[in-house]
Structure formats: C-alpha cells, structure tokens
C-alpha cells in the first residue's frame, strides 16, 4: 500500500563469466592492517593482507549469523568476527569458538577466493572451479620498467562492465569524445582497423601520420611540429582485460612499430563487475619516456584519470541508462567498420559465458 | 546477496494512449541551438528547433551505440553524436558517417516524433499511427488575447497523470485545499455540477453567487465588497487536457456567463505522462482585464504555479502513494456526486486506452 | 527504456503475525492536537488522541480519494480530510459530507485499529481478527516504580524484525560488540543458557560471578570493585516482544536472583515490521536505584538509546543487507550453544505465521 512499483524487466540473464581472473584491487588499495572489502561478482569479498603481506580474500559474511567480517578485527592473520567473535584463519576455517563447550562447529568455514598479485594489481577467481594461475593474463611489461614510469588508478561505473569494454575496443571515439591532448587530427575515425582473433582474444589495431604528433608525445619526439608515424592496439583478452599500447616515432625504419622502437606507452584497462550494472574499473599505465619522473608520473595517471571521469564514463553511463538492458545485440544497433571489435568480443565473451551457465 | 527486495506488484498495465496529442514543452523551453531532452511515454526524447525555428524531435538514442544525442553537438539543423560523430538530420536520417568507408548503414535512422507548436506550446505525438493534426484541440483562445495577457508554466510531479486530471475536473476541492486567494466561502462545494460528456469529452460547470467576490477578480469588479455572480467550467478532452473558465460579474443580464461577458480566466491544463508514476503538468492561463500589464503578467502566473506547487501537487504526489496502484477502481473508492465528472473522464479514457492496447 | 532494473527475487514471503499487539508508538509520541502516523505491517496509520487523551487508530488514507488523513484537521475529536473536507469519527464512520445532497455514503468508513495504552507505549492490533485485550502481554513491572526510574525510547532500523529479536535472545554478543559499561569480563560469551520454552514464549537465562561487577551496577553495590554475582535473563513473547532482567548482588543468600534482590533492571525490547525490511524498534527500561533521580533516568535512557544506534544497530542491518533474504535458515547458518533460544524464537514464530496465514 506504501510504495507503488511498475517495473519493466528487461534482462535477468548473467553476463560474466566467474571461472576467470579479475582485478579486485589496486595492490596499493589494501595496505597494512586494514581490512578491505568489495562487492565482485555480486558477492561481497573481504581482502586482507597476512602479516608477512600475502593477501587473502575470502566471503565478507560469517557462516555464523551473516555478519561482514570486515567489520571485524584482526587477530595476528586471523579475523575475529565482531559479533560473536568466531575466529577464522586465512583458509576460512574457525579457529576459535567462545561459545559454550568451545568445539568448532564443522560447517563453520568461510568460502575463501584465490588471489594472485601481479603487476600492481591483487587478482582475484570467484568461480566454483580451481583457480589456475596460468589462466593469468602476462601483463608483465606494465612493471618491467622504473617504478616512475608506471600508474594505477580506480573508478566505479553505473554500467555493465561490457559498455566499458565497447568504449575501449573501439578507439574510433577518441577524435570525438577527448579533447586536443589525444587528438589525431581526425586520422583515426576513418580507418578501418586490422583485427585478429582467436576464441579468448581479439586484437585491433591502426596506423597513420599526423601532424603535429600526438600531443601525448609531441614534446618527447625529436620535432614537436612535425609529422610523425603513430600506432595504437588493443588487445582484449577474455574475460575483461584490454592491453593498449600507443605510439608515435619521426624516424624511418621498416620493421612494425611497437613500445620499444617509438615513444609511447602501454595501459591496461580491466574492469571487473560489481553487479550487473555496476563495475569497477581498473586502469594502469606505463611509459617509456621520463621514466624516473615521479612528478611527472603522478601528473600523468591524474590526467588520465580525469579524462575517463569526465569524458568516458559519462557516456559509458548514460549508454547503459538508455539501453535499459545488458542485452545489446537485442536492439539492433546499426553497426560499421568501426564495430568490428567490440562486435567479435562480445560474441567471443557471451559464448564463453553460455557454455559456463550450461555447465554448471 | 547484496540487496534484499521484497516487491508487490500492484500494477503494470499501460494507462496512457499512445496515439494522441501531448504537450512535450512550453514553447520557450526550447530556445537557440539548446538540445533539450524529456523522457515522454517513458520513451527518451531529443527536442530542438532548426534555425529557421521549427521544432523537431526524434528519439533521444543514436541508433548506433545509443548514447543520448541530447550530449551531441548541432552541425547546422543537423546532431552529430558526441561519441562517433555519427550525424542525422531532422528527418532522423544519416547524413554523415566519418567512419571506414564512410557509407551510410540503411539502418543508420532514428525515429523522428511529429510535432505541432501551438498555444505557447510545442505538442507531440508518439504512437505509432500517423499523427493526425485535426487532432489538436483547439485551444486558440489562450494566445488570442494581448500577448502580456497570458502565461505558462511547468511542473513536473511524482504521480500518475490521472490523480492530475482528477484534481481538476473535481473543483469541490477549492474551498479545503486551497487559502483566501481563491476561496468560494464554501459555496462551490455543496453543489452538483451539470456535467455533460461524449466519448472523448467531459464537462462540467458551476454556478453560485458570493459576497464578497473571489479574490482574484473582486479588485476587476465595480463594487469589490458586493455579491457578484460566479461560474465555473471544466472541459476534459482526451487524452489529458483540461480547458478551465472561471468569471465573475455584478451585472444582470440573462444569457449564459462566459469568458467574454465576465471578469474572467482561461486556463489550460495538460499532463503528459513521463512514466506511469510521474507526470509532467504543463498549465496556461489567459485573462481578460489587465491584459497589457506585463508586471502583472509575471506575478500572476507564479502565484498560480507557486499554489500548484505548495497546495495541490503535495495531495496528488501523497494520493498515488497511499493508493500503490494506477487502477483506481481497484481500491472500490466512496464516490459521491462530486466524483461524477472525474470518474467520467476516467471511464473513456479507460476505453480508449484499453481499445488502444487491443488494437496493436 | 529508461532505467535498468535487473531484480533478484530472494523472498516474498510475509514474515509477520497481523493478528497480534504490536507497539505503535510511545505514549508520550502522540501528544495534544497532533496527527501521529507511522507504517505498521506495511499499512499507514493514523493515531491521534481524542480530547479526553484516549488514543485513536485509522489507515490513515480517506476512502474517497485516499489523501492521508494525517494532512487534515481535527474538528473535535473528528478529522476532516484535507482534500474534500469528509469528516470521520473515531469510529472511522463518515459525520460529515459537505458535498451535494450532504448524505453520508453507506461506504464512507475508514479502517479503524484497537488500540491499548500500557506501560508508556500505544499498542496497535492490526490484523483481521477481534483484538484481544486478553492477549496484551503483562509488562506492567516497568511503570510499577517511581516514574523518574523509567525511560523510554525509540529507533527505526533497516532491517526484517527478527534480526533485531535475535540479537537480544543472544546475549553472548555483549563481550564483543558493546563496551566497558556492560562488560561480563568474558564470563558470559561460554555459558551455555539455561533455556525453557512454550509455543509463545522462549526465556534463556544466564549466571555467572565477576569482578569487579558490570559497570552499569558497581556503584550501586557495596564494594564496587569486588566480584559480585550476576544474572541476565530474556523472555521472547511471540510475536516480537522480549522481557530482559539484569541484576547483580554481593550479599549470600539461596533463592533465585531476581529484580528485586539485586542491583538491576528491567528492559522490555519489543520491535514492531514496518516492512518485511524495516522496522520500529521500542525499548524502556526501569531500574531499581537511584529511582527518584530526573537527571540520571534521562542520562540512562539517553546511554541506552546510543548504544544500540552506535553499537546494535549497525550490525543488524548489515546482516540483512548481507543475508540477502528474511528467510534466515534457507542459509544454512552454522548454529551452536548460544543460538539455541533465537532459534528456538524463529521456529515458534514461523510456526505461528504460517498457521495465520494458512487460515486465511
């Protein structure tokens, strides 16, 4: 009687894969004593570093009464629950119970999650099925070079994680969403890009000349003025993780560009899901150019950070608002050239997803 | 596991007719190069005027990867799309496509609303059928006057649009709900109004004597203290436009009082359903004294908004929460002779909309 | 189209008793001329007190058009609704129609509630059957003393109403989520409750001996720092209503401890559903020292009240949000010792409301 609801159901259906590596944290995020918590995968997640600094994540719900264990304290690497101060080790299992004969109840076991941390991230597996460290994706080249030289930042999004993924796989937006700073002079909305793929991976890329370069590396070429040869790709690996890696060079050479032979750099974009509509959204970013400036790498990862604030995600949001739904191919978009690697992921992706809701 | 949501469905069928005439905008609210945006029959619209000042509206989603075009950019009477430059004219077609080999997709269309401008209004029509300008009632009346002799406003309120209407067609409410400006001394509530209808109209009208006047025409009248004759009439016209005249005279003559031959106002009110829980109210007003005083013009129509806002727009918001329904005779209402005329208006547009619903 | 809502059904299922005494508010809540409402089992009220004091409840939604009544005015002991002045008694029967031929419609009644005030709270009985004034549970021990040594208060919590019952069935929580003030010094977390039970009653008790005594008693004892004997025991009366007794001594003797023995208190903690996810939460509380003392009883009653908003409550709706469900058992908690009374209280509850439900 109190409140009226008319709801319109436009999509139920799962769109993530849980059987996969996602980011639950920046590594930097879960510091010291403090106990983190997340909601991933629509399950809420308490990460902790252990004394020695090796972090855990295990379900943020005591199997006791249901209360967040992150509300709870520490004892050495244990967890002691604030209610009835059930205490549970890095493995989930009570360790300590203050009630009554003291036995510890068999079933008091709190699921615990997998964790690897690589590459300034803690990665974290939700799914039923055994973690296997080698389904990691390698992006070792974002922490192979001077600590300076590389930036990691956070965002939430009110959005399925997968229009976060169109926006990145699809770099035909740059000349219209971004300001002058990333600016190919209108080169890049025109070219149909090259695109590889395999089951797990889709690969884009293009290639032009501008002038001036690239204002990202315009000072860091030898004529700031001057046209200059760039490239960018993008590689999605599934289920949600996209290496970027940008470019540009004056010098005449034959061989493909790539990080090491111009002046660029190279990003990781991954977003995890939260819920259905609502993601996290990781990013990092190296460089190969003043590499030891830690002024200038702070300045870096902020202005990338705005940018994704003020120019992505509020497009990303609205998109995800004026679908009304998670299904996208349900309604019909008109698709171009420029679609062709957000289009082949998703459909990479939702067979993925299928064939892990049909086994399980 | 997050959040818990216990829901009662009470109510999830259509209540509003498709294929009419609703008011979109006041027609100043859609000014310059503005690309104003209003979620209309729960469907998001663009509206804009070309530079020749005709408006146009078209369904606020870029058929592409549907982000709002509200956010993009003019290019003559044409909207390019803030996120791939994806350009449509006022017909809803691609015209530009900046993108591989710059073909328009047949697809590439959004769909466009008809609208009329009429009255200091901008009127749309959504449904699907062909619009039909002899549909447009006709409230010429309003904007035949001194153009200082009329004002419009716009109140968006958190009920459906039906409560709005029924506030209006059943004016007993005067004397309880609203202070001294427009008091009857209880003289209007007591009476059954003559109330007429056919399949798409209801009226009803009031008659009564007071001393001293209503307010707002006693200063109009010659002798402001004395009894002055009063009427009153309301004329719903499908599918939720109310036409309303009030006049007060202190001379004898024999005919039928109206607009002309009194101290009198001509109101419109019209809902347009945003959802089936929220409305947009759009109101008029035209007098018939004081017509060229600008001044008071200005002060006129914001008491008037200023009441809707503070009075009766506080009882519809809290009437269509208590109820927890759309289906008012669901909840079997006490009605009473001064419910003749909304349950009226309520039993056709019932038939309509339901013949509507049957039809598609 | 416009807003995306991906809905997880968890539970549906009415958790309450309708045809039970609920408290609706304390006494003093509902002062003079005022127009009290409040939702009790998902129904809005209105409470009022005539001119004589006595208490009144109605739905608070006129049957006309269903304003809230609570936006009216008194007229006596009559409320006129503010929208079109229908007068209603006490009773809920329609006195006064000022519409039309001024005949009172057979069908103009509101809903009226049985109300009882006791021991400083209104008590509400909402269901369908005859109210009982037999089966208001006796707590006349709270105003049986100075009324300087009672206090009463209240907290809306956003959380089912049982999760609120279980967190005081189990005491073993003190030692770990309140402060120094009630600390046992640990003694009471292993105890094991002594526990009895009927179909509407579950009491558990608990003994132990402490030094120096909780600190809510020390100062009333004759050595405050020395070890003293305690006793906390709790009385669940179905539906939601939960008698607490707390006492410690340093004298000998053999009998039971009770409130009149000892240093102590006598709390009742009884929570009324709002919705099956909110609730009213009452407690008062009388003590046995210090009794005459104003300034203490505002001091205690003040303590009492923040302690469960900083302390209690907090945990409680986080359990809800983290439960997901108000069907506590589908997660298969992991039960010991000291959940034996709120299990026991949750079986005859559920009991009792299916076997309402099943009868009507």
Redesign the interface.
């Known amino acids: 009687?109190?409140?009226?609801?008319?709801?319109?159901?436009?999509?139920?259906k799962r769109t993530f894969l849980t059987n996969a590596w996602y980011v639950a944290a920046i590594s930097t995020d879960v510091e010291g004593e403090k106990l983190f918590h997340r909601?991933i995968l629509?399950?809420?997640v308490l990460i902790y570093r252990k004394i020695n600094g090796t972090p855990i994540a295990m379900l943020?719900?005591c199997?006791?009464?249901?209360?967040?264990l992150h509300?709870g304290k520490r004892v050495g690497d244990d967890i002691s629950?604030?209610?009835?101060?059930l205490q549970f080790d890095c493995e989930g299992q009570c360790t300590h119970?203050?009630?009554?004969?003291?036995l510890i109840?068999k079933?008091?076991k709190v699921p615990t999650f997998s964790l690897m941390e690589k590459y300034g991230f803690i990665w974290i597996w939700i799914g039923d099925e055994a973690a296997d460290p080698s389904k990691l994706p390698d992006y070792s080249m974002l922490t192979n070079g001077h600590s300076n030289s590389v930036g990691h930042t956070y965002m939430h999004v009110k959005s399925n994680y997968q229009v976060i993924i169109?926006n990145v796989m699809?770099l035909?937006?740059v000349?219209?969403?971004h300001g002058e700073i990333i600016s190919t002079r209108?080169q890049l909305?025109?070219?149909?890009p090259k695109v590889e793929e395999s089951s797990t991976h889709v690969k884009a890329s293009w290639k032009w000349k501008q002038t001036p370069p690239i204002m990202i590396f315009s000072n860091f070429l030898p004529k700031p003025a001057e046209e200059a040869k760039h490239f960018v790709q993008v590689t999605w690996e599934a289920p949600s993780h996209i290496e970027l890696i940008i470019g540009a060079t004056q010098e005449e050479f034959d061989g493909e560009l790539n990080f090491h032979n111009t002046t660029s750099q190279y990003d990781l974009h991954t977003t995890t899901p939260e819920?259905?509509?609502t993601s996290h959204y990781f990013f990092a970013t190296r460089r190969n150019h003043l590499e030891e400036d830690a002024d200038f790498n702070q300045f870096k990862i902020k202005a990338m950070h705005d940018a994704f604030e003020m120019e992505d995600i509020?497009?990303i949001e609205?998109?995800?608002?004026?679908?009304?739904?998670?299904d996208f191919f349900s309604?019909?978009?008109?698709?171009?050239?420029?679609?062709i690697a957000p289009v082949k992921f998703r459909k990479s992706l939702s067979k993925l997803v299928e064939k892990e809701i049909n086994q399980s």
Chains 1, 2, 3 share one sequence.
């Open positions: 009687m109190i409140e009226v609801k008319t709801i319109e159901f436009k999509n139920t909601t629509n399950k809420p943020d719900r199997p006791h009464r249901f209360a967040p509300l629950c604030l209610y009835h101060a119970n203050p009630h009554g004969n003291g109840p079933a008091a169109d699809d035909s937006h000349d219209h969403v209108g909305t025109p070219q149909i819920t259905e509509d509020p497009i609205n998109i995800h608002t004026n679908m009304g739904t998670t309604l019909d978009p008109v698709l171009m050239s420029n679609d």
